[in-house]
């Protein structure tokens, strides 16, 4: 952890007692929402400088068995002590207003450095703010920490395991925090966290709720893994600008939290006005005073049409042209998945199965799962005929462009520059896992290989949106499809289409098996329900309905 080690944290939090006013029952942290910890300090239960000294408590004393905090803010007691001096005031920002929040240690910072879990930018102070990070403040949040990710938000190395990074090393799933304990193993957890977001300190109530950022699955995969909710918004509903990048295309900052009302709550803070510095923004017509809370009706799900799309992410099929069946659900999934149709029934859904999206059923060269994303060394130029070059070409052109945005304070200077510094400090770890992706990026011709790119591009938005998605939802005339977990996060990506993703149920922790006497615990499983672009009211109101209709989260148990 950068900023403040564990045994300094403690320091501080011993050092520096809560000054909150007396009441009479203590207010705890612990699994609270956001309207939760507004009410009690609007009521004088509590302070915010008592919240984050909890906060901090927690971190303290959890960090070091998770490593969910890449940098504690030094200077988060004193930010809430002015929160709170402002209310005393008769001057509360807004709905975040003394509220503990954290970032993904990819989006700018100026007062802590923004990383990327790279060593190459252990030291960076970006010279600017995000758009983000600028539209928390405004609200009264107090940004108390910088949260793991997967280094470069996975854009590295083919086989990076989730939320690894040369940096800060592995970070651990608090609803089993332990290493795989099998000889010859690395490290990483034994039941993943999910990436390349985490969602682990808000699992654990470290904080209330965090800001992750999805290219292709980084918000919905950990909030599946850690019983979170998560938003995965249309690509332009929120500001890219300050947010280390993988590619425009699809990269979006998004709100993880505990519950559905405070993900909606985050959604509105994070949207705001269009913002000049990022043209994808304005996409989507905001609601009223961005306000999402506002679509969240327990009986949502009354006359909802839901539809499954059961063709390889229910069931297997055999892809065109290849050999063997492809996709499908483990038992346990499909159980927990009958289980979550069974409650949409019962909350008053019409059940649409199957829903199939078109381009899973297409013929070979149109076929979505025959379409990947050029990954690894066995996808680089001349060897990529099969794959969508979108995430290489995008990440020598954006990453290059964020680069020069940071000036004389940019480590390297271009992606180039990146690899060779890599290999410099191979000794400090740089290249546990190597760096192919960001070798196949770099052989990327930004003038060359534009028209291949704009056509790979093309290609993906169709299977994704037209001929996946959108097909799908108007055939049927559907409110939302059901994918099971985080399953249906690749295909929404590809034309930017919106996600919210529900806890719901654990299954068996498929790394595990093998493993006898150690008691492996399950792993958390969410259900996603996915639609069109600038969908999310519709999609949090149903996401909203079945939460209060199954309420299936439960709080981690292993770390006392």
């Known amino acids: 952890m950068l900023g403040l080690s564990v045994a300094a944290l403690a320091g501080v939090t011993a050092a520096q007692p809560a000054r909150s006013r007396p009441a009479a029952a203590p207010f705890t942290v612990v699994e609270a929402s956001i309207a939760e910890m507004r009410t009690a300090m609007e009521g004088g239960r509590t302070t915010s400088r008592a919240i984050v000294q909890q906060s901090l408590d927690r971190i303290a004393r959890y960090e070091s068995r998770l490593n969910a905090a890449i940098t504690v803010n030094p200077r988060a007691l004193e930010e809430a002590a002015a929160r709170d001096d402002e209310r005393r005031r008769g001057r509360v920002r807004g709905a975040l207003h003394g509220i503990p929040i954290a970032l993904k240690d990819n989006i700018h910072t100026t ?102 950022t999805e290219t292709s699955g980084s918000i919905l995969n950990p909030a599946s893994r850690t019983m979170l909710v998560g938003i995965k918004p249309t690509v332009g509903r929120i500001s890219r600008y300050g947010v280390i990048p993988i590619t425009a295309d699809q990269d979006t900052p998004g709100p993880m939290a505990r519950t559905v009302a405070d993900t909606a709550l985050l959604l509105g803070v994070l949207e705001g006005d269009p913002d000049p510095r990022d043209p994808a923004t304005g996409a989507c017509t905001p609601p009223p005073r961005h306000d999402y809370t506002q679509f969240l009706r327990p009986g949502a799900l009354k006359g909802a049409r839901i539809g499954v799309p059961r063709a390889f992410f229910y069931d297997a099929i055999q892809i065109p042209g290849s050999r063997g069946m492809a996709g499908g659900l483990a038992p346990a999934e499909r159980e927990a998945m009958n289980a979550a149709l069974g409650a949409l029934k019962q909350a008053g859904a019409t059940i649409v199965d199957p829903a199939d999206l078109p381009s899973a059923r297409a013929p070979a060269g149109e076929n979505l799962e025959d379409w990947p994303v050029c990954n690894g060394l066995a996808d680089a130029k001349g060897r990529d005929a099969d794959c969508s070059t979108v995430f290489k070409y995008g990440m020598k052109r954006d990453f290059n462009a964020w680069l020069a945005s940071l000036g004389e304070a940019a480590p390297v200077k271009s992606l180039t520059a990146l690899r060779a510094w890599n290999r410099a400090h191979e000794a400090e770890g740089t290249l546990k896992y190597g760096q192919a992706q960001l070798d196949i990026s770099d052989e990327m011709d930004v003038a060359a290989d534009r028209d291949r790119y704009e056509r790979d591009r093309a290609k993906d938005v169709r299977l994704g949106g037209r001929d996946g998605i959108d097909a799908a939802l108007r055939a049927h005339r559907l409110d939302a499809l059901l994918f099971p977990g985080p399953f249906g996060a690749a295909v929404a990506a590809k034309p930017g289409y919106p996600t919210v993703i529900v806890p719901f149920a654990t299954v068996a922790n498929a790394a595990a098996r093998g493993i006898p006497g150690f008691g492996a615990q399950p792993s958390p499983f969410g259900v996603s329900f996915t639609g069109g672009a600038c969908s999310e009211p519709r999609l949090l109101a149903l996401a909203y309905a079945f939460e209060q209709a199954t309420k299936r989260r439960r709080p981690p148990s292993m770390l006392d």
């Open 111 to 212: 007062d802590m450095p923004t990383t990327g879990g790279a060593r190459a930018f252990a030291s960076l102070v970006p010279p600017y703010e995000a758009t983000v990070t600028a539209r928390l403040r405004a609200a009264g949040a107090v940004i108390v920490a910088k949260t793991v990710l997967t280094e470069l938000a996975n854009w590295v190395a083919s086989d990076m395991p989730t939320n690894y990074s040369s940096l800060a090393g592995f970070a651990f799933n608090p609803y089993d925090p332990r290493p795989d304990p099998r000889p010859g193993a690395d490290g990483r957890p034994l039941l993943p966290t999910g990436g390349s977001s985490s969602g682990i300190g808000t699992a654990a109530s470290f904080w209330a709720a965090n800001v992750g």
